[in-house]
């Protein structure tokens, strides 16, 4: 699965980006917001990752940035099942793309692979140290639970409060509809 939008090309990671992951994520400010992310991150775990069997359907993508330039791997993305069976959306970023929007571009291409895909809900969380990341749920319609758990971190060895989201894509749907009808 392909996502294109205006900055970023959004596509399946090949054993060949391992160089350009390891290198974009090996910084302890973006792993330690990650829930599966070692740290320190090497080599070797960006070839794991990359070699991990994924799911057939719900994708996992490299987000690179289209510039001047060649494209440059920028962060991740990607659709997960959860042990609940509930589908989560997890992503990051490199450091130098914070604060331009390219978390929220790359995500919301994620999201109409989700609709596309007809997923009735996505969840999401981020930790509560890292509101940015929340931020980004906000601006694509996820809203708070309600809930904080404990969520464990590879980086951080431990569990730290997160705060869980949602977004209903049905009602999405529901209310388009309903507006189409009362025009």
């Not at 399946?12 to 350009?20: K, L």
């Not at 330039?69 to 659709?79: D, E």
């Not at 609940?84 to 291409?109: L, P």
């Amino acid at each position: 699965m392909f996502a294109r939008t205006p900055r970023l090309l959004l596509r399946p990671g090949f054993a060949e980006d391992a160089p350009a992951l390891a290198a974009a994520i090996a910084d302890i400010a973006i792993v330690r917001h990650l829930a599966s992310a070692p740290w320190p991150y090497r080599m070797r775990d960006a070839e794991a990752f990359l070699a991990t069997p994924r799911d057939p359907i719900l994708p996992t993508l490299v987000i690179f940035e289209r510039s001047g330039g060649p494209p440059r791997l920028v962060g991740a993305c990607g659709l997960g099942r959860r042990a609940s069976g509930a589908v989560e959306m997890g992503y990051w970023v490199t450091r130098d793309s914070w604060g331009r929007g390219i978390a929220t571009e790359a995500c919301t291409a994620l999201v109409d692979i989700a609709r596309t895909l007809g997923l009735k809900r996505l969840e999401g969380a981020h930790f509560i140290d890292n509101p940015a990341s929340g931020r980004v749920l906000e601006k694509l319609g996820f809203a708070a639970t309600g809930l904080i758990a404990p969520r464990f971190s590879c980086a951080r060895e431990t569990d730290s409060p997160a705060r869980l989201m949602r977004l209903d894509l049905l009602a999405e749907v529901e209310s388009e509809v309903d507006e189409a009808l009362a025009a």
